[in-house]
């Protein structure tokens, strides 16, 4: 079964930019995260979508937002970029079924996003 | 606001020895994750632990899982260099929220 799989891998933009990742979560999964890492903050949580609908969002600014899609597909999408974006971004999927039911939703990483804003 | 805080955040250990990473929550979780990043790659899962008392090892790794006190630990019983990385224990309160990783560096 073919993992998380998240493009591009790298990506470098200027500050005021937009930036959309891509997510194509582990067949059968329906649920997507996404994750900001960095040095100095950590992982941080930035949204969880479930069946296309975004179920949770962490304490990041509205230029951070997010999809997915109806094959469960998620992207991100950052604008007007700021040099503290710079980060690996991860998507994680799971079997979390939005109910709290799913006994195992273990968070399966993708390889992430590595985004450089100068 | 749940919080997660894991310690130490830095333990360097020589090979053949034991050692315990803790990880406090702060919010009722009856689950509780456990990840290894290894420098530049993304997370792995090592453990879900869903119910208080809830024990699970792999190798030499152990994690366990007290809801009561709402604490985990992950025991490394004989470290062999392989396992050095970093590991990180993240918890489901509606959200999942991970604390900042103990960074292990195991000597020869």
């Known amino acids: 079964k073919a993992g998380v799989t998240q493009t591009p891998r790298y990506l470098i933009k200027t500050r005021g930019q937009q930036v959309t990742l891509s997510c194509s979560p582990i067949s059968g999964h329906r649920s997507v995260s996404w994750y900001q890492q960095t040095p100095g903050q950590g992982l941080q949580f930035l949204f969880e979508y479930f069946s296309e609908t975004q179920r949770n969002k962490g304490n990041f600014p509205g230029r951070f937002s997010g999809r997915q899609f109806s094959n469960s597909r998620s992207e991100m999408n950052v604008s007007t970029l700021e040099l503290g974006d710079s980060a690996l971004y991860l998507c994680?999927?799971?079997?979390?079924?939005?109910?709290?039911?799913?006994?195992?939703?273990?968070?399966?990483f993708g390889p992430g996003t590595r985004l450089t804003v100068l | 606001e749940l919080k997660v805080e894991q310690n130490p955040l830095f333990l360097s250990m020589q090979e053949g020895k034991n050692y315990t990473i803790y990880c406090n929550y702060s919010?009722?979780?009856?689950?509780l994750y456990w990840y290894r990043q290894d420098p530049g790659k993304s997370l792995e899962s090592l453990f879900v632990l869903l119910s208080n008392g809830a024990v699970k090892q792999e190798g030499r790794l152990m994690a366990s899982l007290d809801t009561k006190a709402r604490l985990s630990t992950l025991h490394i019983t004989a470290a062999v260099h392989d396992l050095s990385a970093t590991y990180f224990c993240?918890?489901?309160?509606?959200?999942?929220?991970f604390g900042k990783g103990t960074r292990l560096h195991i000597l020869p």
């Open positions: 993240a918890v489901r309160h509606d959200k999942i929220i």
């Open positions: 919010t009722t979780s009856d689950r």
């Open positions: 994680a999927s799971s079997l979390f079924g939005g109910d709290g039911l799913a006994r195992d939703d273990t968070q399966y």
